[in-house]
């Protein structure tokens, strides 16, 4: 069994203490979540380059704070591109009174919980997703 690949890249830079451990981490939620892993790139990013994806890619004319890409074949292991714009990390992190290692954390896994099969585009969806992005926010906070 090969060892996913997970890497974290910075276009923008954000503090992103216990790499290593995040890592090991999120092949722990694709297991939980009975998916297999083959690889994740984390790209960290601008508001700017995020919405001239946003536009270019799915025609949406408006910040984000994440996009996720499946690049995966399909019955394939999960393998992605998820990209996070820092401005709205710590924008987020500010409106809701959170740190920014904790809005970074949520985001990251919450484009994890993308690729499990995981929405968030209505009312009921949202509520799920925000539960299982606690769940793994109190799971990881706990880990060692």
Same mark, same amino acid.
């Given at each position: 069994? @090969? ?40 790209? /960290? ?18 910040? @984000?704070?994440?996009? @996720? /890409? ?30 920014? *290692? ?29 539960? *299982? ?10 880990? @060692?």
């Amino acid at each position: 069994m @090969t060892i996913p690949i997970i890497q974290f890249n910075f276009l923008e830079s954000i503090g992103l203490r216990e790499r290593a451990r995040l890592k090991k981490f999120l092949i722990s939620l694709f297991k939980k979540e009975g998916k297999k892993l083959a690889g994740l790139q984390y790209i /960290f990013c601008s508001d700017k380059y995020l919405l001239e994806m946003n536009q270019q890619y799915l025609q949406h004319d408006y910040y @984000t704070d994440i996009i @996720t /890409f499946d690049l995966s074949d399909k019955n394939q292991p999960i393998n992605a591109e998820i990209y996070i714009s820092v401005d709205r990390v710590r924008d987020n992190a500010r409106q809701f009174n959170s740190s920014i *290692k904790q809005e970074l954390h949520r985001v990251i896994f919450h484009g994890a919980l993308h690729l499990c099969g995981y929405k968030d585009k209505t009312v009921g969806e949202s509520k799920e997703m925000r539960n *299982k992005e606690e769940k793994y926010l109190g799971l990881f906070d706990r880990s @060692t």
